[in-house]
Structures are given as C-alpha cells and as structure tokens.
C-alpha cells in the first residue's frame, strides 16, 4: 500500500488533473474582492425562480454544467458525479443534477464538502474506476439563513462572531487525462470537538479540526509550511484564521506568510458588513474554481494546500445542548507533476 | 480501464471482503421476522438517552465499534469511516463517531447509504488507499417521524402505503485482507425522478430508480436474476416491491423467484401494523448486517445482489411542490471468490 503516507494522507499516484472549473455567485459576492474570477454574477437573490432553493440547485446546475463542457466533456463522459450542500437532506444537489444521468455520489460534509468530493473524486480515478469525475457543491445565504437560523423578514442581530453565508456554487471536472494541475495528496479529517456550543462562532469550532489536519499533512508528508505558496482554509473566518494561526505556532509551524482563508478573501469585511467573513460550502468552492485556479493558471501559484472546513451541526444538536463536531479535509494541489514529487 | 465494465458498474478487481458486520435494533423490529438476526434489541426508544437523536447516534456509535472489534481490530486499524443518515446535516454520524479519530468520509444517500458507503469503501480498498474501512448508517423511527412528518405526540393518521422507518443501526467492516463474503461488482445510480409527488408513497418514487440500476446492472455484467441467490433492495416496501417486478418484467427481467425487499421482510405487516413496511437507512443496514450476513455464513447464500434505495427528497421540497428523486445503489456480494468471476 504504497499510497498510504500515514493515517490521514495518501499520496495520488497516478495522474488526477483537474481539467476544468466554473463557478457562479450571488449580488453580494460580485461586488467583493474576488469579483474578477466569478464566471457569473447574479443580479439578485432568485435568478427568477419561485424559492431560494429552486435558486440553489439552478447555481449548482449552472456550475456543473458549464466545467463539463468547458472541459469539451459530455454528461455521458463522465463517470461519478460527487455533490452535497447544506440544505436538509441535500436538496440542492439532488434536484440540481437529477437530469445529468451521471451516476451520483452524495456526500455530506458541511462545509468541507469541495474538499471532500475532490478527495474522493481523485481517488477513484487514480484507483481506476473512472476517467473523468464532476465534484460541485453550493450554499446560498437566503436558504442558510432561513434554515440555520431566523426566517430572513425577521430581521435578527448578527453577533460580531457571525459569518456570512456565501451565495455561490463551484465545480471542478477531474481527470485523469489532462496536463494539470494536479491533485497529488489527500490528507483526510478526522471528527474533531473542541466542546465549543455557540453556532454563532464556527470559526473557533473548526480551527482545531483544521490544525489537526494540517499538522498531519505537514509529519505525513515531511513538508513545511513553506513548501506552498498558499494554504487556504474554507470558512474559517477572520476569528478562526487567527486562532489557525496561533494553534499551529503552538505545534511549531509559522503560517503567518502564505496562510489564508477563503472566508476572509471573499468579502470585504469593514466595507460590506460581513462581520467575521464569509462561510458556506459555496465560499470555498467559489474561491477554489475562481482564484486558485485561475492564479493557478497565470503561473501565479504552483502549490496550493486547500482545505475546506465544516462544523457538522445542525440546529437541532445545538437546542439539544451539543457542541460542534468539526472537520478539515486537505487537498494538495500543484500546477506541474516534478513538483509534486511523482 | 479494465475495472469499469459499463457506464455504472465497476468490477471489484482486488479482493475486497466484508470482515465482520454488527447491528442493534429497536424493540418493534426485535418484534419482528427477523429478530434472530440482530445483536441487540432495545427495550425501548431512548436506551438511556434524554433524546432520540442521541439514542441514534448511541445506536450507531454501538454498531460500528462492535464491528470493528469483532474484526479484532483497533480504531487506529480504520483507514477510513463512511457514514450517513437521515436526519438534518446527518447529525447522527457526525456525534455518533466524533471520538474514534478514525478519518470520516461523511455521505448523503438517504436510505441508500448502507450501499454507497460499501460501495465507495470497496473502491478505496481496491484502489490502495485503505486496508480497513469501517461502513455504518442508522435511522431511528422517533427521530424521522418528528422531523419528516409529525410530532409523535400529535398522533397523525397513517396513510395506506405509508411506511414505517425502522429504528436500527448497521455496521461492516470492509477490508483488503480476508476470506469472503467479496464485493464483487458495484453498480452506481444514476438520480431518477419520475414525477411522484406523494411524500407517504415512497416505494413508488423508488422502484423506478432501482430498476434502472438492476438493469443497468445486468446489462454492464451480462448476468441474468437467476446468477442470484437473493436480489435484495432496501426499502421500497410491498408496494414498491411490487412496482419492482413490473417494471423489471417489462424489462425482460423475471425477478419472482429470488427477489425481495428489506422492507418486507424486517416486519409482519399484518400483526404489526406497519402498513407497506419498513424503510430508513436503518432497514437495509440491520437486514444487511444480521439477515444477510447470517444466511451467507450458514452457507445458505451464495450470491446476493444489495441494493439499497434511496429518496432524496426534504420536507422543504414537498412543501415546494416537487417530486421526488430518487436513487439506488447496487452492491454484488458473493460467498466465493470463484464464483465472483474473479
């Protein structure tokens, strides 16, 4: 089992590119700092259909559908579709891709979930099961909002730890033909909780599940910090970036110089009233098939850790009394194979 | 890419064999046909719990830790855990498995989940990326009804072709290492939504999607039914069962004579008031795990086709005026590897 670097990483030997990406974004997102690598900017929160989640699932169709044919793929060239969302039971994704006959993968994993399906995307190609895999996942502040926390019309404060719910969805189609870039390592999370109960300050809950994977990353692989031009956490925020920062100083790993978080790219905080930054499956997603990428593209970047978080909550565990149960899956990504030591 | 042998199933190339199974169910389906077949019955539906969602979560905490220990194995011999359930944000894996600091791959299939997680599970095994890789799903009767349907105080009148979540966790453990029963083949679902709109006639919305994979499934690996021992899907009920060999006659396919549904067979519908059956993760999970797993192991199968099903539908999106989509996912499992074709 050469594959296997440690109890979380294993290293993807056989080439996984990922051949192509799209995304689109809500009003709110296009007027923030990464506008420029939005494929789409909705003009408002509906794009003209009846309910927010009809919305969802037409952002995630939209998404999946333009990498296919951006990738000059057809819906029949591609072997497993891997999707999830926030919304109960998974709604967007199911009814956004009922029509694609593309045999389909669910996941559940908050906001880990563009991690999540690139992981497992990339391990049944390298495993040999399929030739090409669509990886998409969405969040939309409206059907967020109202589910997780108060009808939109009531109006509720936001506490100063409060993010806000990237409208957005990402896709990526992976291959295992194309010339990059690749995905060359996969360090799995484990369920990490840290006893925290406010839903308010999901940063805090998913930054010791962040820490936990990349400190696993980092032994199992025998890289430093230093060998990425950037690690990205999904939705950590501007709270949880910093304690990132503080609980991998702890393990001995400086990340003050090529960390960020998707989160904090998004929005302009002062600016656009976001409070802690922005969350959501979407706010990783979008930032990955749009910025990454497209820095990716333009020689800008070469190694890129990313690393999407989620906090497996649910309203009900927190009336129940629970705390957080959090997540962090990491994906290595590099723009040649002689980097990413194949 | 000799594994794929069609546009949904894949060939399980390396050995891959179910190593131990586990389960627990609840004092109604400890009523039922298939009571010998559990390893604990609950007296009752809190077993010690102050809430349902953490009697489920108790529940699925117990199958996956006495699978693995009946594997004579360790957490820390689990490269991976897949698991999922019904409830909102899959809350019931997440607090069920927080502290096995196992690697989590969590999954959305609704009642398919049983399959899609061995299903992805054997493919990370065959693909090097695991030796052992823990498989699990619940559903409990209390926690679904208040949250699909109604408070179980308000005492709601049940439709004829309702049917009644079983409350039951399932877990097996999947390894590269071992004698059998294999996973031989694997047949992924492709979403399917024929239009049906009646949240309490899910067998009906089902049996479509599992027609589709068993044909596909038959086509791609060119077996007929009778290469089967027991063609066995996961909840689509008496209706639905019945549904399931119409549309597989016209098909061409005669499933009479070794067909059947966990959902039929985990109650007496008549004695115990269950109208069309049982249904919930949970359902194909214990049939699974106790049912199944015994008879292969007494020699009384050889050949069984799992196939769990699954409806990916919310209450959102019933309120919604939507259908329901739906999937199934199909699991070849064979007591040999002789006759596995291997």
Redesign the interface.
Known sequence: ????LG??T?KILNPVSIISAANVAGKKEGEGPLAMYFDKILSDAAWGE??W??TESKMQNFAVTNAISRANLKN?DI??ILA?D??????SS??A??D???????????CSTMA?TI??GS??I??????NVAAVTSSHFCTAER?YRQPLEYGGQRTPNAQWTVTGSGAVILSGSGDGPYITHIT??????MGIKDANNMGAAMAPAAAETLKAHFVETGRQPSYYDLILTGDLGILGKSIMIDLMGDYGYDLRDNYDDCGCLIFDAESQDTHAGGSGCGCSAVTLTGYVMSLISQGKLKNVLFMATGA??????TL?G?SI?S?AHAVAISSSREDSGL
Do not use: H, W
């Not at 799995?188 to 909780?193: M, N």
């Open positions: 089992m050469n594959k296997r109890n979380q294993v009846e309910t989640e009809k029949s072997n497993y999830g926030l919304l109960n039971q998974c709604i199911s009814f891709l009922r694609l006959n593309i045999p389909f993968f669910g996941v559940y994993g908050a999540e992981s497992l391990m049944l390298d495993g040999g099961f399929a030739e589910q799995t999370g484990e369920i990490v909780d497996l909550l649910s309203p009900t565990s129940q629970e149960p997540i």
